[in-house]
């Protein structure tokens, strides 16, 4: 008689926080279904439960380390009777809201798929698809609209599909005055201005993509795609609490792309409010966002919210800190009180004093560069949110002084700018941000590209990461330089116009030379000149 092997109970016990809570359902949502025979582990699952019983010693192991690397508390205990083969947790009703909508198609007019998950950017996020084309209307029998109001629509169509959007709904609002009984002129009045928002979002003029967004909202209040992309748009120009609101009606309504969780997620993040942040980013994994991009920007996430889960948190007139407990309050609070010095300081330059508070985050030393993946030159970083590591923080360090001001000076130029500037440009300004006395920086700057080959412009356009590691302080320097030729051939004023205007949208090389009269060609020449002679 053979005798029969051991079969084990698999236990779920709880999780080390909601972060590994997320990430263990995601796991098992992964697992061949031959294993879990139908298994499915929701947020609120009464713990402990079994996973899986009658599971092989060797897979229940295997299964067991992979759950611990995920921050589950699992156990494995022998089977005394034969294995069911039956997991004792089945499929879980759907949660609340999770039900998909459909709306009606714009008559004349394909709606724009708003918030597909296409290439993401760290500046501005995702870039949002352009307008589609009209749908063939010659077979819809539909009584014509009186007066001019069939040309009118008819104009706004072809206007649409050739990506006029403007001229598109100044056409169906003339149409629309004439017959304000015809419903398919609203439809199609709604469908351009979607279409000519997402155009906006994508040329970051996130404002103007809002002010659209409310007038198509007017005609109809309750569409949940309208609601998800006017939240995008507000949380891309930083109007968390409009983002916020928005983006829960939208998914109460029934929202279901990625992008509306991936903003609400962002939304949460800058709030200090981590589970929510998690929750959001994993439902938008489950509804069908990925690709590398997505897994890239949510591996960044996972890491910050892993490192900072435990954080204590505490405020200033302009600053959000978040800090590890313990000693690290003491650094916090000499950060803030330095940050709202340069508050006033970098304000004063940029003429800027923005009225939301900036967050700040402290990492201990070992875990800056590990949640950042930055190299080891780097002091700090600015990615929406201030990063320092805890490393030589010290009352009246000047060093101090300099990276805070530094760093605020990327809040402002990013501000400013929409994220749209070069990274020379950014850079050179955080340097010149730096400056306690006009100038004195100049020094610095001339005696490291002393004897150094010079960059062009254009090799300074991606991010200093990028560089051999003993290149980048020429780049920092010359960036600097840089900008001191623009400071002292046209002065303060005209620079931060020229980040206004670059953030409204204009390309840097066309705004350059309507603000300063020269072609962006013309000054590096002479930047290189000058540096060189």
Known sequence: MTELQPTFELILLGYRNDLARERTIAYLRRLPTELTRGLNIHRDTPLPCTLLDGVDHDIGLELVAKLRERGAQVRLVANENEPTLEPLIREAPARDGAARTSSNLALGLVVLAALAVLHYSQARGPALPPQSSPIDVSQLALPPIPGQGQQLNDEAIALNAAGD?????????????????????????VTVLRNWAIAEINLGRSAAAVALLDEALAYRPD??????????????????REAEASLRRAIERGAQNPMAFVALGRVYRQQGDRQGAVEMFQRAREIGATGPDFDAMLGRLERELDAEWDFAEFSTPHFRLS???????????????VLEDAYFAVGRKLDLYPETPTNVVLYASEDFHSVTQTPDWTGGVYDGRIKLPVRGIESGSKLLERTLRHEYGHVLVTKLSNGKVPVW????????????????????????ISGQPLFTLAELEPPF?????????????????????????????????????????????????????????????????????
């Open 465 to 533: 990461t990028r560089l051999p590691a003993d290149r980048v302080r020429v780049a920092y320097a010359q960036s600097y330089l840089a900008i001191r030729l623009l400071l002292e051939e046209y002065g303060e004023r005209r620079l931060v116009q020229l980040l206004r205007t670059t953030g409204s949208g204009d390309p840097l090389p066309a705004a350059f030379e309507q603000l300063f009269g020269v072609s962006l060609a013309d000054f590096e020449s002479t930047l290189i000149h000058d540096l060189t002679s």
């Open 323 to 337: 800090f590890e407990q313990g000693e690290n309050r003491h650094a916090a609070h000499l950060v803030s009180e």
């Open 223 to 240: 569409d949940a795609g309208l609601l998800a992309l006017t939240g995008v748009a507000q949380e891309r120009a930083g109007d968390w």
């Open 425 to 448: 440009l950014n850079e050179g300004l955080a340097i010149w941000a730096e400056e306690e006395e006009d100038g004195d920086r100049e020094d610095w700057a001339y005696d490291i």
């Open 165 to 189: 959007f403007e001229e598109a709904a100044r056409r169906l609002r003339a149409a629309i005055e004439q017959n304000p009984d015809q419903d398919v002129l609203y439809t199609n009045l």
